[in-house]
């Protein structure tokens, strides 16, 4: 760190020593913190334009409560980095490296991280139990939420909010960044806003309660009066009243860049100790002129994934449109990361981006669907999580031919934990009435999402985050066929003792194993699988491809062990094809039953057990355990 760079974050180490700062020198603290997140954030990668525009936010909470004992929870954590710095986290260097900072909020990284967070509008929910237990218990914490605009689509803000009581020690912050949520009806508005949150006013009202209310008889009804005259003034000049429709205190809405504005209006919020909606107004990408100007652009920096499978798929798709009127295309607020903007633009009728609400993608697509349309919808492997139940009841249980097209379907880098697409081939397998393809190039995902059109079933089609692989392409794909061929490496059939069986990106590790099994003089050849369900289909074809005398069989998956692809053709194989299987040994080299949370600088794959040469002491274990054979161990 260069000397006096951050003069005002170099004095502030300690939450005291933040409080004690002047107005003047916190507003040259949070200069500071901005020149921070653009010099650290730009090389570690990490959501940059959120943070920028909540430094006041964050700052004002920890000014004004006394965390960790009061508790603040950001929604999704894109906009907790400066809470992190704040609480003693400035290695910015690991950001989102294995065993470094989590780009979100950690429980076990900081007793400042009240709640896990990754996936959206969950914070409400999770601070209303704070809240109730807080009561429950007789203690006096407060609990802070800090939810964006597009997290206040999910539905489960409303659901938290259908059930928040007003008697809680609760104030929740919505950070208006990007979307209108409440009526603007202009100037006049913003001064009526402006007006609402200045302290004369504050002081204004408390001292006019007063004083009606010591005035006999008749000074109840001209409260009550005056009250039905303001909140006709706010219905009419800008939303809040849906707050205080269900109960709860609405203040805003606010400059959230305004740092005194902020600290004053939490102080007046914590000072009520009732539940409040603090609505704030902020600049996503504040003070850094390139991300103010394109803040999706800096939503999330580093990274390289120019002419990956979602962009593919987005081309491909438009052109399916151009023929087919009835193709449509549905995300869930991930019109960028899905592929989908150039479909938006060519095709703004028969786009939908319905928020950060999953379940509700997936049941609209179903509607779509049953009246005759041809709905495609992009939704990333973590995320899909979410609408589990409308998949099962919605869509497959109804045979409604619903294209669900999972995007980031593999493990995460950065992102961790919260955004790995490991499970869904696992949770998707339980389902009756749905194919899942695993297309490893892009002529792969062409041929099934032309195929898909005419499809009078629901499917998935997922993919990982990246481009294709050459290698995956000069071992499996033929020119001639424009078609993915569905094993390589058989040289000699009666020579060939051990056979990988795999799908998706994680093939190159299938190809490095086979080689360090052939090093060693043990014949491989490797599988490679594009349609992973129905599994009579995949154990028929698999069946087909595997040598009579492959004495060893090992699947590997970028997945979840538990209910994936290879314990499931595993089990189809044994009953479909008893005697082709009754002398092999087989195994899968999978992900056991964990989130998978790299040590540092240890690399993902080794972490989660599915590197090549996990494959390959796999294999060479299952041949040294059979009586005639005579391999050495690795």
Do not use: W
């Not at 899909?384 to 294209?403: C, F, M």
């Not at 062990?561 to 290879?566: D, P």
């Amino acid at each position: 760190m260069e000397e006096n760079k951050y003069p005002y974050l170099d004095r502030v180490h300690t939450d005291e020593e933040l409080k004690a700062l002047s107005d003047a020198d916190a507003k040259g603290l949070c200069a500071d913190l901005r020149r921070f997140l653009v010099d650290k954030v730009t090389k570690s990668g990490g959501h940059l334009a959120s943070n920028l525009g909540a430094v006041e936010i964050s700052v004002a909470v920890h000014r004004v409560f006394d965390l960790p004992h009061d508790r603040v929870i950001f929604d999704v954590g894109h906009q907790s980095y400066v809470h992190k710095i704040l609480s003693g986290r400035r290695d910015f260097d690991t950001l989102r490296k294995p065993g470094g900072l989590s780009g979100f909020e950690k429980m076990d990284e900081s007793e400042y991280d009240a709640f896990g967070t990754g996936h959206a509008s969950t914070s409400v929910s999770a601070a209303l139990g704070y809240a109730e237990a807080d009561k429950l218990m007789g203690r006096d914490n407060y609990t802070v939420v800090v939810l964006g605009d597009g997290a206040f689509t999910g539905g489960m803000v409303h659901e938290a909010l259908n059930n928040l009581k007003k008697d809680l020690h609760l104030i929740i912050i919505l950070n208006e960044n990007e979307m209108s949520i409440s009526k603007n009806a202009g100037a006049f508005a913003n001064h009526i806003a402006h007006m609402r949150t200045s302290k004369k006013y504050f002081r204004f009202k408390r001292a006019t309660t007063r004083f009606f209310s010591g005035i006999p008889l008749i000074g109840a009804p001209i409260l009550k009066g005056l009250r039905t005259c303001k909140r006709y003034v706010k219905n009419a000049f800008y939303g809040g009243v849906y707050f205080e429709d269900i109960g709860l205190k609405y203040l805003g809405p606010a400059d959230g860049n305004d740092l005194e504005t902020v600290e004053y209006l939490l102080t007046e919020a914590k000072r009520r100790g009732t539940s409040v909606i603090l609505h704030l107004r902020t600049v996503k990408g504040k003070g850094y002129a390139p991300a103010e100007e394109n803040p999706s652009a800096y939503h999330l920096v580093g990274g390289n994934y120019a002419g990956n499978f979602s962009e593919h798929f987005g081309k491909t798709l438009c052109e399916m449109a151009a023929k087919d009127k009835a193709v449509c295309a549905i995300t869930a607020a991930m019109q960028d990361g899905v592929g989908l903007s150039g479909f938006a633009k060519a095709y703004p009728e028969r786009f939908f981006d319905v928020g950060i609400a999953e379940p509700h993608a997936l049941t609209f697509g179903a509607g779509l669907a049953a009246a005759g349309m041809k709905p495609y919808v992009a939704i990333y492997s973590t995320f899909l999580q979410r609408g589990y139940d409308n998949i099962l009841h919605d869509i497959a249980l109804q045979k409604l031919p619903v294209r669900i097209i999972v995007d980031r379907a593999a493990l995460a880098g950065g992102d961790g934990a919260t955004h790995h697409g490991i499970f869904d081939v696992s949770f998707l397998s339980a389902i009756p009435n749905l194919c899942i393809f695993a297309p490893a190039t892009f002529a792969s995902l062409d041929r099934f999402l032309h195929a898909s059109a005419s499809a009078g079933m629901p499917l998935v089609i997922r993919y990982p985050n990246m481009t294709e692989d050459a290698r995956i392409i000069d071992a499996f794909f033929r020119a001639d066929t424009r078609e993915t061929v569905a094993h390589a490496d058989f040289t000699d059939a009666a020579a060939n003792r051990a056979v990988i069986i795999t799908y998706g990106r994680i093939a190159t590790e299938a190809l490095d194993a086979a080689e360090k099994l052939r090093a060693r003089g043990i014949p491989c050849g490797v599988i490679l699988l594009e349609t992973l369900k129905p599994y009579e289909v995949v154990a028929d074809r698999v069946a087909q491809l595997l040598p009579a005398d492959a004495a060893a069989v090992v699947f590997l998956e970028e997945g979840i062990r538990n209910g994936g692809a290879g314990m499931l053709t595993f089990d189809m194989l044994a009953r479909r094809h008893e005697a082709l299987m009754a002398n092999k040994k087989t195994a899968v080299v999978a992900i056991d039953d964990n989130f998978v949370i790299p040590a540092q600088k240890e690399s993902i794959r080794r972490t989660a057990g599915i590197t090549a040469n996990d494959v390959l002491r796999t294999a060479v274990h299952l041949l040294a355990a059979l009586p005639q054979k005579n391999e050495e161990n690795p």
